[in-house]
């Protein structure tokens, strides 16, 4: 069964009552999650009405959705310690009735952390090493006993390790594209690999990259989930393709070639295509989120239509 998610970019400019329709319309139209991405700053236009934080938002739509997936891809490891995290994902899983996933990235955006004020050391991928470590250790301890870690970066003494998630564990995701130590680390520590807009072709080759670091510690690759994130730009015609490529400042033939994009039967292919390729699930990047009307027809026309 192939998963479709969708995937919003509110940094762009969202209020969180927008993201709730979205997000409403996700969960009545079928699909499998509403995931958003952890930033602080627009890239490119000006972000009004500006950012919403990716947990805050993710704990309101606990208590106002019912059934789909909630997450993100991914949140970066300057923004909070992980002690924190864990605490933040747990309780957003016990609000959920245990719907939240963890997206987990090194970050990348140096402007936004200068807008705000963040640290952005210059090695970050040893902070998300330790981050999955942590957090992950201080999810698996029991009850009634203590998680302690001493790492170059985070130090915890005697954790009581509470609140428990309802989900034992909690689904990790880990994306990247590097190609060894990305893989390792999804290998070790994650539910689910993630290939954010890769070209397409290189997919196949992304999802073996993990698949080997998996046996190269005894890990059965199938535990794992393979998924992709590809923007989303679908028409009932050509006319309405190019009306709402224009919407997004996008150019037709770069949406045909990067993403699940065109007429329907384009889409259909596209994504029929990753699932030959080994994507257990894939995340539709919707720029335009007030035009609900878009996620419609993927829901109604093209869904339907997946090899499964």
């Known amino acids: 069964m192939t998963d479709l998610r969708i995937f919003t970019e509110p940094q762009q400019g969202a209020s969180y ?28 236009g000006d972000g009004l009405p500006g950012p919403t934080d990716a947990w805050t938002t993710l704990a309101g739509l606990a208590r106002e959705t019912s059934r789909i997936k909630l997450g993100t891809l991914v949140s970066s490891v300057t923004y909070r310690h992980p002690g924190i995290l864990a605490i933040q994902v747990a309780q957003v899983d016990q609000m959920s009735g245990g719907r939240a996933e963890l997206g987990l990235g090194a970050g990348w955006f140096q402007r936004e952390h200068e807008a705000y004020g963040i640290p952005f050391p210059e090695k ?20 009634g006993e203590t998680f302690d870690f001493d790492g170059e970066h985070y130090r915890l003494v005697d954790s009581p390790a509470l609140p428990k998630p309802v989900q034992s564990p909690v689904p990790v995701l880990v994306g990247g594209n590097g ?11 994650a539910s689910e690999y993630n290939a954010a807009f890769p070209e397409i072709e290189d997919i196949p080759k992304r999802f073996a990259a993990v698949r080997s670091a998996c046996e190269e510690i005894g890990r059965r690759p199938d535990d794992l989930r393979y998924s992709a994130a590809l923007v989303l730009c679908v028409g009932k015609d050509e006319a309405e393709f190019r009306r709402r490529a224009e919407a997004i400042g996008r150019e037709p033939d770069e949406l045909r070639e990067h993403g699940v994009a065109g007429t329907v039967d384009e889409a259909v292919a596209t994504l029929n295509g990753m699932v030959a390729a080994g994507a257990d699930r894939v995340y539709l990047q919707v720029l335009d989120l007030a035009d609900l009307d878009h996620m419609e027809l993927v829901a109604r026309e093209v869904a339907p239509q997946l090899d499964r």
């Open 17 to 44: 009552d927008q993201l709730l329709a979205v997000a409403r319309a996700t969960e009545d139209l079928g699909f499998d999650a509403f995931f958003r991405s952890d930033h602080y700053l627009a890239m490119g």
């Open 124 to 143: 970050r991928f040893g902070l998300l090493e330790e981050q999955l470590a942590v957090i992950t250790g201080l999810w698996s301890t029991p009850e």
């Open 179 to 189: 190609p060894r130590r990305t893989p390792a680390l999804a290998a070790r520590f």
